[in-house]
């Protein structure tokens, strides 16, 4: 397996290229399925979760083909996917596919509405907690669908087709407002979600799927109305900016020090996050290209912070502002409120000198003046990228192992980091 290697200390100085979200690449692609037509989607990133979901596709029918590899350029600004849904041999998503990717379980949407069935292994949990699909099979029953669980596979059907119905989500759900939305636009008559995710990956969908034929009004609010067709035809999309590896990298700045602009970000998609970074003591401007971020001379400042659904301060980039606070001078309080299990990181960043008090689900952050390289594990995707950030300022040597965790969703992270500056490589395992 292969290791990330970071010697700390070095600031950061460049340009980092913002890739295409995982987080709605994934959808994006999920939503080919809709269509009896080819969705050319460009700007997708290059990462694990990406190929997989491409295997997945591939086993219900779906022709994946990648293009758009630019010469000359880094291979760091993503790529063009033609999805060609024309025809779907299989609605059945296998247990050993789903189970390596949880939000694989959305293709159950487009499946039912298109073709009127689909099994769908349940995706189970994962490192940062239980996730259950309760609310995304209570959507799918609102609009009429009979659910069953069997063997492990929840079996959903709908031979009429579905049916428009008010849902209101008890609450908020990224991936049950996808489910919901994908599943409303081929059904009959008009759907009503309450309640929903206003995530930018969620609009970003919703435009998508308008381009499609959709009826979509409303994404990005709290509630999204959807009017049925008949069928969904073929178009071109670009993925928005990724807000996640944006506040990452800002984040990666903010600890070492340094002046970089992140080209291609979007300071719209992550303003809570810049606001607090700006409180940290960071220097955040939007310009033309992206966001620049600088932090010369003064230290980190603590923060006081609780995760919230968009737009509130994403729970997708906690384990990375906690990273950050291990060095700030003072003390910050982090809190999570979307996954009962997301602090895998506290114990990683002590092995190198963090101090963190967990009670509950909030971590007091103690900032140290130093911290000191050594080996540490990750154990889940944003967990991973914290320890990168504490080694960016680490003293000495600090390997992440398990980077396959990180694979899943930081598209060339050593190449984009070192670019600026920062020494750090992968060292390849035995494969
Ligand atoms: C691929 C993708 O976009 N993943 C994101 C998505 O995950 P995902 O869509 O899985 O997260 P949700 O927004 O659905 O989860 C929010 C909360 O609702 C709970 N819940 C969810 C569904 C359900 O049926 N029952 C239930 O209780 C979850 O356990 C969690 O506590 O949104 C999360 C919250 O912003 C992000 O951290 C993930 O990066
Ligand atoms: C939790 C995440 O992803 P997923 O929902 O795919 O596990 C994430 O992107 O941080």
Not at 176 to 184: D, I
Not at 328 to 352: D, Y
Request: with cysteine.
């Amino acid at each position: 397996m292969d290791r990330i290697k970071i010697v700390g200390g070095a600031p950061l100085n460049g340009v980092i290229p913002i890739s295409g979200a995982k987080n709605a690449a994934l959808p994006l692609m999920i939503a080919s399925l809709l269509s009896e037509d080819i969705l050319t989607l460009a700007n997708v990133p290059r990462l694990a979760d990406v190929s997989q979901l491409a295997r997945i596709l591939g086993n219900h029918g779906v022709d994946v083909t990648v293009a758009g590899k630019r010469p000359g350029e880094m291979e760091l600004t993503g790529q063009t996917v033609r999805l060609d849904a024309r025809t779907i041999v299989d609605t059945t998503a296998p247990y050993e596919m789903v189970s390596k990717m949880r939000a694989s379980f959305w293709v159950i949407a487009p499946l039912l509405a298109r073709m009127g069935q689909a099994r769908v292994s349940l995706p189970g949990g994962c490192a940062i907690g239980t996730r259950p699909v309760d609310l995304l099979l209570m959507a799918l029953e609102r609009l009429g669908a009979q659910i069953e669980i069997e063997n492990g596979y929840v079996v959903a059907t709908a031979r009429d087709g579905l049916r428009g119905a008010e849902i209101e989500f008890p609450k908020v759900t990224v991936g049950g407002t996808h489910t919901a939305l994908m599943a409303a636009t081929l059904a009959h008559g008009t759907t009503v979600i309450l309640n929903a995710a206003r995530e930018p990956e969620i609009v970003d969908v919703a435009d998508c799927l308008t381009k499609m034929g959709a009826k979509v009004r409303g994404a990005g609010t709290s509630t999204i109305e959807v009017t049925g067709v008949s069928r969904l035809h073929g178009t071109h999309h670009s993925v928005v900016s990724d807000r996640i590896e944006a506040g990452t990298y800002a984040m990666c700045v903010a600890m070492a020090g340094g002046d970089v602009l992140l080209q291609g970000a979007q300071p719209e998609l992550l303003q809570t996050a810049l606001d607090v970074l700006t409180e940290a003591g960071a220097e955040i401007a939007a310009t033309n290209e992206g966001i620049r971020v600088r932090r010369n001379g003064h230290g980190i400042g603590p923060v006081s912070v609780t995760t919230a659904p968009h737009p509130g301060f994403p729970t997708d980039l906690q384990a990375q502002l906690m990273g950050l606070m291990t060095r700030a001078k003072g003390t910050s309080r982090i809190t999570e409120t979307i996954f009962e299990n997301r602090f895998m990181h506290v114990q990683e960043l002590a092995r190198l000198g963090a101090r963190i008090h967990l009670d509950g689900q909030t971590a007091t952050v103690e900032g140290v003046s130093v911290l000191k390289g050594a080996p540490v594990m990750a154990t889940d995707l944003r967990a991973s990228v914290s320890l990168v950030i504490a080694g960016l300022a680490a003293e000495g040597e600090t390997t992440v192992n398990r980077v396959y965790h990180l694979d899943r969703g930081f598209e060339q992270l050593e190449r984009k980091l070192s670019a600026c500056g920062a020494q750090i490589e992968r060292i390849a395992g035995e494969r």
